[in-house]
T-cell receptor, first 111, second 111 residues
Framework: SQQGEEDPQALSIQEGENATMNCSYK?????LQWYRQNSGRGLVHLILIRSNEREKHSGRLRVTLDTSKKSSSLLITASRAADTASYFC???????????FGSGTRLLVRP | DTAVSQTPKYLVTQMGNDKSIKCEQN?????MYWYKQDSKKFLKIMFS???????INETVPNRFSPKSPDKAHLNLHINSLELGDSAVYFC??????????FGSGTRLTVV
């Protein structure tokens, strides 16, 4: 399967704590993207990191990319109850129009 | 203005029926997609069109037929609906190498 893997599958933390989600993928990529999905809603793009970048920040989000290990991580700092959602990584493969999604991490931030 | 809009949001229908889902994007993107999200939240690409041409057709039953009348529209027609077709279908669009914009999804329930 081309599906990427994310871990953990589910994560429950207290408000104010940091949340780290990991993503592994199989193919060579142009870029890797992270999306958020609130329950019953569509996906919202969070951040895109290109294959020649190692780290990227956006507000409370920090994404790392290790192409040698074919892995990425998403760190949400100082989490809030409103961060409760599912988070998906998606890889934009070389020479492909495909965006392949990981299996997702369900994050619960307890107030 | 909604960037990617798909209709209907909800669709409940009986087995054996034929139904269509419509999608329109006003972002000027040249590539559009249909994704299926199953009950386990896995997102799988079904089809991709680039400038009205079919470029990705994953292993999807022939009962599913996409149609792109122009590059701003990508519709999905499903014949002879089956129980296993119940899922949330997402339309998305993007420019190559950039992030994707997603519609809010169509929840299809086949009874």
């Amino acid at each position: 399967s081309q599906q990427g893997e994310e871990d953990p599958q589910a994560l429950s933390i207290q408000e104010g704590e940091n949340a780290t989600m990991n993503c592994s993928y199989k193919t060579s990529i142009n870029n890797l993207q992270w999306y958020r999905q609130n329950s019953g809603r569509g996906l919202v793009h969070l951040i895109l990191i290109r294959s020649n970048e190692r780290e990227k920040h956006s507000g409370r989000l920090r994404v790392t990319l290790d192409t040698s290990k074919k892995s990425s991580s998403l760190l949400i700092t100082a989490s809030r109850a409103a961060d409760t959602a599912s988070y998906f990584c998606a890889t934009d493969a070389l020479s492909s129009y495909k965006l392949i999604f990981g299996s997702g991490t369900r994050l619960l931030v307890r107030p | 203005d909604t960037a990617v809009s798909q209709t209907p949001k909800y669709l409940v229908t009986q087995m054996g029926n034929d139904k269509s889902i419509k999608c329109e994007q006003n972002l000027g993107h040249d590539t559009m997609y249909w994704y299926k999200q199953d009950s386990k939240k896995f997102l799988k690409i079904m089809f991709s069109y680039n400038n009205k041409e079919l470029i990705i057709n994953e292993t999807v039953p022939n009962r599913f037929s996409p149609k792109s009348p122009d590059k701003a529209h990508l519709n999905l027609h499903i014949n002879s609906l089956e129980l296993g077709d119940s899922a949330v279908y997402f339309c998305a669009s993007r420019l190559a190498g950039t992030d994707s914009a997603f519609g809010s999804g169509t929840r299809l329930t086949v009874v």
